[in-house]
């Protein structure tokens, strides 16, 4: 097995991947996005299908009210040889902490759910427990079935992630049963989290995460001759790290230095791992990683996933470099000139397109939308060949947000839709979406000013604080259809619009609306005070009013540049 390149570009983060008879499959996490999990497969490693989004209804996942980035941390995706299982969390309620400090309780629930087959019908959940995060349930040799998960600590002068514990699932009843146990403490690198358990050649090998989730990230690895421990770390521990100098990072980030020099210079944040075999004696290793923009320490692609090939030796796996082969380096790609088209400036490199035409009773898997189903707040049997979206509430609201979206996979990439909406006033509006999380996004949006006019206008939200920056030079629309787009590489996001009358040809060229703006607050590393969803792009109708206005997309395009 050779990896070209170990990313999988715009994959979601925590990947949980395993095999059945020649597929593989990796679940991965989706946050405050729902439907939540998304599953892909492949039969080589490199070809990978979004095939499955199991959790797709209210009665598996609620998030209405869950804080950003909170949601679905973690899958795991298991088959016992008869069914699929999928294991998640719902976190709703977490406070992060970049410095360590004591960060208070965390209201995350377990859940199992299972299907015959990876399309479907996946169950009813049932409840595990709410110990801590990052469940993942084990079948072992003899049939039994054990659930493994980090227990949270609340306590002030307490380790929060006080080890990994173990307690047998009963498949049949559905229900965990027997003792709780604590089976490892982790390693002086901390934040141990994550755990995956596995069997070979009669040693039980438990994968855990360490080091944060942030670029001092780690995979660990420990084995015993039972499920219950003792565990005895790895010869290389860490087995995999992005930094090449523990001791000399945490230094650097305790007196408020670079820790650039103590890193590796290729994938970062490499940690949260979890493997599968390809033959007995070679396996591969998933784990989570990020792409910073060049120079800085800002991932707006969020935490991705990567593959690293594993060979066994003496009864331990071993990845071919303790930190990840380095990855593709990006460089600065100018921006089209005004009036030059999104497909001209697209067919430069040999990035991909997407595009959704809304003609379908369904839209794509790829489209998500904000902690639970539209339901009838977005329509395709309103005008054929639309999605219509009545609008639902603003932005920041943690509820009912009528916003269609998909992940960017790339730093550089176009979007592009067309809008046709009638506001009636200034509490509402509808247009093209540019979000990372309900405190930190942008909006292209037509409304309606004080004077009667629909107008095009910008929306920026900068860390929950709200900026219009046209102020009142919002623009005057012409009636009917307006195309809107955006264009963004490592160093600018880029607005753009023009009028797109009934006959679809587009009416002139392309007019810059604002001024660029940082692609790098649309990342894990600006939120605060962290984040882990990446920055997606998508539509949206706003309607703070309650009158429910509608509006009507004709597509929505992405590609990468």
């Known amino acids: 097995?050779?990896?070209?390149?170990p990313v999988l570009p715009g994959f979601h983060p925590d990947p949980s991947i395993c095999r059945v008879e020649d597929e593989f499959f990796i679940a991965t996490s989706t946050f405050e996005w729902f439907p939540g999990v998304m599953i892909y497969s492949s039969r080589d490693l490199a070809q990978w299908t979004l095939r499955?989004?199991?959790?797709?209804?209210?009665?598996?996942?609620?998030?209405?009210?869950?804080?950003?980035?909170?949601?679905?941390?973690?899958?795991?995706?298991?088959?016992?040889?008869?069914?699929?299982?999928?294991?998640?969390t719902n976190v709703r309620s977490w406070v992060g902490s970049r410095d360590g400090t004591n960060s208070g309780f965390k209201d995350s629930h377990n859940f199992v759910v299972t299907a015959p087959t990876i399309e479907g019908p996946w169950s009813d959940p049932v409840f595990l427990n709410s110990s801590g995060f990052d469940p993942s349930l084990f079948h072992d040799d003899d049939g039994r079935s054990w659930?493994?998960?980090?227990?949270?600590?609340?306590?002030?002068?307490?380790?929060?992630?006080?080890?990994?514990?173990?307690?047998?699932?009963?498949?049949?009843?559905?229900?965990?049963?027997?003792?709780?146990?604590?089976?490892?403490?982790?390693?002086?690198?901390?934040?141990?989290?994550?755990?995956?358990?596995?069997?070979?050649?009669?040693?039980?090998?438990?994968?855990?995460?360490?080091?944060?989730?942030?670029?001092?990230h780690?995979?660990?690895?420990?084995?015993?001759?039972s499920v219950h421990g003792p565990y005895v770390l790895h010869p290389r521990t860490p087995l995999l790290t992005s930094v090449v100098d523990r001791e000399g990072y945490h230094r650097a980030i305790s007196h408020g230095e670079d820790p650039a020099p103590f890193l590796h210079a290729g994938l970062q944040k490499a940690g949260h791992g979890s493997?599968?075999?390809?033959?007995?004696?070679?396996?591969?290793?998933?784990?989570?990683?990020?792409?910073?923009?060049?120079?800085?320490?800002?991932?707006?692609?969020?935490?991705?996933?990567?593959?690293?090939?594993?060979v066994w030796r003496d009864d331990w796996p071993w990845t071919e470099h303790a930190t990840p082969a380095e990855s593709v380096s990006f460089t600065g790609v100018p921006w089209p000139e005004p009036g030059e088209s999104s497909w001209s400036h697209a067919a430069r490199g040999d990035g991909g397109v997407w595009i959704e035409h809304f003609h379908g009773a369904s839209w794509a898997l790829e489209l998500q939308s904000i902690r639970e189903p539209l339901g009838d707040r977005a329509r395709l049997d309103i005008r054929p060949g639309y999605l219509t979206l009545y609008g639902g509430e603003s932005p920041?609201?943690?509820?009912?947000?009528?916003?269609?979206?998909?992940?960017?996979?790339?730093?550089?990439?176009?979007?592009?839709?067309?809008?046709?909406?009638?506001?009636?006033?200034?509490?509402?509006?509808?247009?093209?979406l540019v979000r990372y999380d309900d405190t930190t996004q942008l909006l292209l949006r037509i409304s309606r000013s004080d004077a009667g006019e629909r107008t095009l206008g910008i929306l920026e939200y900068d860390r929950g604080v709200l900026r219009m920056p046209l102020g009142d030079g919002e623009i005057p629309t012409a009636p009917g259809p307006v195309e809107l787009g955006v264009d963004a590489?490592?160093?600018?996001?880029?607005?753009?619009?023009?009028?797109?009358?009934?006959?679809?040809?587009?009416?002139?060229?392309?007019?810059?609306?604002?001024?660029?703006?940082?692609?790098?607050?649309l990342s894990d590393d600006y939120a605060e005070p962290l984040g882990f969803t990446g920055t997606f792009v998508g539509v949206g109708a706003f309607d703070v009013s309650g009158r429910s206005m509608p509006a009507h997309f004709r597509y929505l395009l992405y590609r990468e540049w």
């Open 396 to 432: 920041t609201s943690r509820f009912r947000q009528s916003v269609l979206a998909r992940r960017v996979q790339a730093f550089r990439w176009t979007a592009e839709t067309v809008v046709e909406v009638e506001p009636e006033d200034f509490q509402q509006c509808a247009g093209l």
């Open 218 to 225: 780690a995979v660990t690895v420990a084995r015993s001759r």
């Open 489 to 521: 590489n490592e160093t600018g996001i880029q607005f753009r619009w023009r009028n797109a009358p009934d006959t679809g040809e587009a009416d002139g060229v392309w007019n810059r609306i604002g001024e660029a703006f940082d692609p790098g607050k």
């Open 52 to 88: 499955a989004v199991p959790l797709n209804r209210v009665e598996q996942l609620d998030m209405a009210g869950n804080p950003p980035s909170g949601g679905v941390w973690a899958p795991c995706l298991s088959h016992d040889g008869e069914a699929f299982y999928v294991v998640y």
């Open 1 to 5: 097995m050779h990896i070209e390149n």
């Open 275 to 310: 493997m599968a075999p390809v033959s007995d004696d070679e396996w591969v290793l998933a784990h989570l990683c990020g792409r910073p923009l060049p120079g800085t320490f800002n991932c707006p692609l969020g935490r991705e996933t990567a593959l690293q090939r594993v």
């Open 147 to 216: 659930l493994v998960n980090m227990r949270w600590d609340y306590r002030v002068g307490h380790n929060n992630f006080s080890g990994i514990v173990v307690q047998e699932y009963d498949r049949r009843a559905g229900t965990l049963t027997g003792p709780i146990e604590l089976i490892f403490s982790g390693t002086s690198i901390g934040f141990t989290e994550a755990p995956h358990l596995y069997t070979r050649n009669g040693w039980y090998y438990l994968v855990t995460a360490e080091g944060g989730t942030e670029y001092g």
